[in-house]
């Protein structure tokens, strides 16, 4: 289906069952989300699925690169990778390509939207308007909570400052970590409450709104696929789609944070288990995440989950203690397969994006915090007036 704009208007790209949807029926609230949906994370998960609470269908506009560029600066992910990103998540019915970065009434209505869904800070263009003033104003916009502790800002910042303060290892492993990442986000200079980004404070509930919470069906074909999953990525969409395809239910092993570090080195994984858990589990064709999987696959984990097939990608496979094969066990019971999802897409090919443009991002972030920050002390004026009156 095309991905470009016709004449002025936007045209849809996905929808869940593949096809454009009609005239919506009377009884059917049709949400409206946008964005640049750069570097997707569970933050932007969690704000469709706040939006897909609040109606039937999430229908997500995603921005040009040409119109990121504009007024954010470079986007780290092409449009296209974009735009399949959020196809994969769970709550999205369809998506669009060409939203406009000031959200109309025409592009809602063009799409058949009840109303307009963001969380609850300011986007604002190059020119410091805010694009969702004329939706507001309409009084079709609604807001949902931003997830705390998480932004694409910091995750830039972590891999640019190559900071490990994110992960622990031995006794401290799971320790909620208070420092700030990096001078991208989190430190002294950061004075924007949007850009800034505050700590993340995992919990159970979060795990339950992510999760599907549905068990195998009798006779149902189980698919184990174990991996580190950091900066959850296309080529990890691709694979797991390749990997839902050889049965009906797919369970995700995430190693923990020292593992990932024993066989990645540097200051890999760039999110930490608790924020890798919720990335995999926002993607549709994921049913189970295991936390802090054995890096080697065991005898009682494939008994434990009745694992029919076992399946790994074209990265290669680093042995434990550089002699132990991971996969040893479902090779030995004939379970093992090979994945090509035809995707060349990594973790470590991201990293390379930011460094080699990090004083573009770097400006990029400087701008959009100088922007917040403004914006911010202008509406807590306001409201000092307001009271005031």
Known sequence: MSCEKNNGSTEVVATTNGQKEGKSSPKEIRVWCDGCYDMVHFGHAN?????????????????????????KGPPVFTEEERVKMVKGIKWVDEVVLGAPYVTTLEVLDEHNCDFCVHGDDITMTAEGVDTYHLVKKANRYKEVKRTAGVSTTDLVGRMLLLTKNHFHQGSAEYAIEKEGSSNMGQDSAAKSPWTGCSQFLPTTQKIIQFSDGKSPKPGDKIVYVAGAYDLFHVGHLDFLEKAHELGDYLIVGLHTDPVVNSYKGSNYPIMNLHERVLSVLAC???????????????????????????????????????????????KTRGIFSLIDSQNTMTTE?????????????????????????????????????QKAG
């Open 47 to 71: 704000s469709l699925r706040q939006a897909k609470a609040l109606g039937d269908k999430v229908i997500v506009g995603i921005h040009t690169d040409e119109e990121i560029t504009k007024h």
């Open 284 to 330: 549709k064709y994921v049913n189970e995440v295991v936390i802090g999987a054995p890096y080697c696959v065991t005898e009682d984990l494939l008994d434990h989950f009745k694992v029919d097939v076992v399946c790994h990608g074209q990265t290669p496979i680093a042995l434990e203690d550089g002699k132990i094969d991971p996969y040893a066990i479902p």
């Open 349 to 385: 090919r991201i990293v390379e994006r930011i460094i080699s443009h990090r004083l573009e991002y770097e400006r990029r972030n400087k701008a959009k915090e100088k922007k917040e920050v403004e914006a911010f002390e202008a509406l807590q004026r306001a409201k000092q007036t």
